[in-house]
């Protein structure tokens, strides 16, 4: 089993669609959770981090559920500039281990 | 600012060949990684260096060695290149370890190893 899993999808969306990914974890003792976002190829970039009560940014929605080992990512009102590949990220422990899922892919279309 | 910045951002090897992919960032971090993205894997950590003078496996470290040249720059070497390393290598640095600390990504360098 992967330690960090992720739908590949592709996720094709009308623009103004509500779209959510999800993720899952292996490890209980994970620490932190991020989504990155990567354009085509281009290098990652963060999109937001995850915290256990769960947060927005804008359209943006994460939230982290510990006893399932799951997180998710929630967007509203799909914009076409929101079309790239999405990864989930973990972190194992306090160390400098950071896990990649192997990323969702959006495409928002008109 | 540049950021992250890599060189050579595109590179073709015949196996056995070395070759070093360099990295250097201007931001004043402490934490600087190496990272391999082959397709329908995610990124997977080669080594990474928390502060100048120390590094540290990851992942998947085997064929690969790393210098943490000074706080700005970290190197990751081939040594005898094989087809299996044929991959996007992409340098990241944060400003300091641990758990909660965003990381920024380099370009890139996309290998192809014959």
């Known amino acids: 089993r992967k330690e960090v899993e992720q739908d590949p999808g592709p996720f094709n969306v009308p623009e103004g669609a509500t779209v959510a990914f999800n993720c899952t974890y292996s490890?209980?003792?994970?620490?932190?959770f991020f989504w990155y976002r990567q354009d085509c190829r281009k290098e990652p970039k963060l999109l937001m981090s995850?915290?256990?009560s769960g947060n927005e940014d804008g359209r943006f929605t994460a939230q982290l559920n510990r006893a399932s080992q799951y997180i998710s990512l929630l967007i509203r009102d799909s914009k076409l500039s929101d079309s790239a590949t999405y990864l989930c990220?973990?972190?194992?422990?306090?160390?400098?281990?950071?896990?990649f899922g192997a990323g969702t892919r959006l495409t928002v279309k008109p | 600012n540049a950021g992250v910045t890599q060189t050579p951002k595109f590179q073709v090897l015949k196996t056995g060949q070395s070759m070093t992919l360099q990295c250097a960032q201007d931001?004043?971090?402490?934490?600087m990684y190496w990272y391999r993205q082959d397709p329908g894997m995610g990124l997977r950590l080669i080594y990474y260096?928390?502060?100048?003078?120390?590094?540290d496996k990851g992942e998947v470290p085997n064929g690969y060695n790393v210098s943490r040249l000074n706080k700005r720059e970290f190197s990751l070497r081939l040594e005898s290149a094989a087809p299996s390393q044929t991959s996007v290598y992409f340098c990241?640095?944060?400003?300091?370890?641990?758990?909660?600390?965003?990381?920024?990504f380099g370009p890139g360098t996309r290998l192809t190893v014959l």
């Open positions: 990241a640095s944060t400003i300091a370890g641990g758990a909660s600390n965003e990381q920024f």
């Open positions: 490890n209980s003792a994970s620490q932190s």
């Open positions: 995850v915290y256990s």
């Open positions: 990220v973990v972190n194992l422990s306090n160390r400098d281990d950071m896990r």
């Open positions: 931001m004043n971090h402490n934490s």
């Open positions: 260096s928390a502060s100048e003078g120390t590094t």
